[in-house]
């Protein structure tokens, strides 16, 4: 069998190529380090906001491609295939952070039951929640009959989990309702659980399609489309969660609520094409700011301690485990072709029922 590798122009992200490479039996290892074989990997609208922000937040430098083309990132799991003397045992899986690639070499540091962190010296200055790779046993709260499910969901999942907590934790910045667009995505989607879990008032901003998707999931207070921005109650003060990254968008909804609108939090960017629109900073109302969810999770750690921060999140997983398929199927391919045709689909658009996972 072949390795390869999946790369994309970082400056146009519909240019793709299929690079083959070594065969791992033909990589020599660096001491301390570890082979990983790439065994599956989700594809969502997120490895797209990777790519569109590659260069913004350092998505590229995780693992570097030759010249001007780039290796987005993707939430996977793997196996250790070659460990050296690193402390990992082979035929372990991890779950983390990969390369859309048949392996990846990794530098284990703090190796423990739980997992190890990559300390791969081109990785040092990245944001650690991206480094960490954690060990897929029941013990450390793996149920494997749901990896696909953590692949295609849960990184999203935590970011709907850490912003509800996040605007909670601000007293929703004084907003009488929150609202989110691209309604329709996994991360909003998640968020809107949360919200409805904590009893907030929600609305769901979607396109026109996808409007009926959002109504049936039952999880919006209000859905409009974004041609119906301006019959919004702009009388009371909102937060904005932007999933989508639009730029015109973005002043729609800052025009239309002025001073009301408290918060304006960006987190994607759904709409990658859609870049051109005022500056934020010019905008009405709260200034626009980026959620990086790795800084509340820091702060909850250092609130709560990690282990309660754990268990939080995980009773809320389960919860959400116990609604998604209801809403979202997951389908599989294999081999380079569907590697190919599912980035593709993400890229275009992918229908906000379906979920897709690559096994290599």
Known sequence: MSSYSHEVDRTDLGTTRIVDIPPASEVTLEAGTALLRVDSFALTANNITYGVAGDIIGYWQFFPAEGNWGRIPVWGKGTVITAGETGLSEGSEYYGYFPMSSYLQVRPENVSARGFVDGAEHRASLPPAYNQYSLMTADNGFDRR??????????????????????????????????????????????????????AHSIGLTSAGNRAFVESLRLYNEVFTYDEIESLDAGSRAAYVDMAGNRGLLGKVHHHFGDNLVCSCGVGITHWESRDGEAPESLPGAQPAMFFAPSQIQKRNQDWGPEKFQATMNAAWDAFLGQVDHWITIHEGSGRDMLNEYYETVLRGAPPNAGYVVRL
Do not use: C, W
């Not at 295609?152 to 929703?172: A, H, K, R």
């Not at 989110?180 to 659980?193: D, E, H, P, V």
């Open 146 to 199: 749901y990896d696909s499910h953590r692949m295609v969901y849960y990184p999203l999942f935590i970011t709907g989990f850490v912003l509800d907590d996040y605007l909670f934790d601000n007293d929703f910045f004084g907003a009488d309702k929150v609202i989110l667009s691209s309604a329709s995505s996994k991360t909003s989607i998640s968020l809107a659980f949360m919200l409805k879990q904590r009893g």
